[in-house]
């Protein structure tokens, strides 16, 4: 196994790592473990893309743009809680840009009838979770009107990549879903609502980066044939 592949594989063992040691600091209720893990998601699934990239290409940068927002998002939200929700919506709504862009040229090159009819499912739950939670948002409505659709087109583009990108799209949707029904929702009661969204979260941003690995035309680690020329299609 090329040493690049080996690095690449440990990478995603360390994110299923963190993501377990973070979610069961939720359970045990260890703030300064969840402070300590949080932070970790998005670095870690940088350095995946990276290890995997056989070069800088628009579809990286945007995935790129989209983590850093992540990461903002995970780590200014504990740094500054008065502001928690203000920091999250933005950041995450950055990165559901990013990540929508950066989906784009995949849904569009298998743009089949079946997934196109996704658009009609996710947008009925996005638009019924926000008229729900409109009048607990204040004066986030706006922003979150914002992030409901950025989040209706994220995981409907996704569909378009592979299983991986739909799977992953779909679980950032219930998610940010839970998310919102937690924070704006009153009277709302899930049962560990916060490990769900986490859960979730995590485990749906890790299926969404490994689709986009394997969407990949090349990889770092693939040989070409004896005689072969590389060919590096821009998605």
Known sequence: MPPIRSVHL???????????????????????LQRLTQPLF????????????????RTITLLMCGLLCAWGADTLGQ??????????????LGLLVFYSAALY???ARTRDAMRIALAIPYAGVVIG?????????????????????ALAAMAFLSAGGN?????????????????????????????FSTELVMLT???GHALLIGGMVRAMPQRRW????PGASLVVVES
């Open 42 to 57: 998005a670095p870690l699934l940088m350095a995946v893309l990276l290890t995997a990239a056989p070069q800088r290409s």
């Open 79 to 92: 740094l500054l809680p008065d502001v928690v929700q203000l920091l999250t919506v933005f950041g995450f």
């Open 10 to 32: 440990v990478l995603w063992v360390a994110y299923a790592l963190v993501t377990v040691v973070h979610i069961g600091s939720l359970l045990a209720e260890a703030e300064m």
């Open 222 to 225: 693939t040989v070409c044939a």
């Open 105 to 107: 040229p995949l849904w």
């Open 129 to 149: 979770l926000f008229v729900a939670c409109a009048d607990g948002a204040g004066p986030l409505l706006p922003a979150v009107a914002a992030y409901a659709v």
């Open 201 to 203: 979260y995590t485990v």
């Open 163 to 191: 299983g991986l990108t739909w799977s992953g799209g779909t679980l950032f949707l219930v998610s940010s879903s839970l998310l919102a029904m937690d924070w704006f929702l009153p009277g709302a009661s899930i049962a």
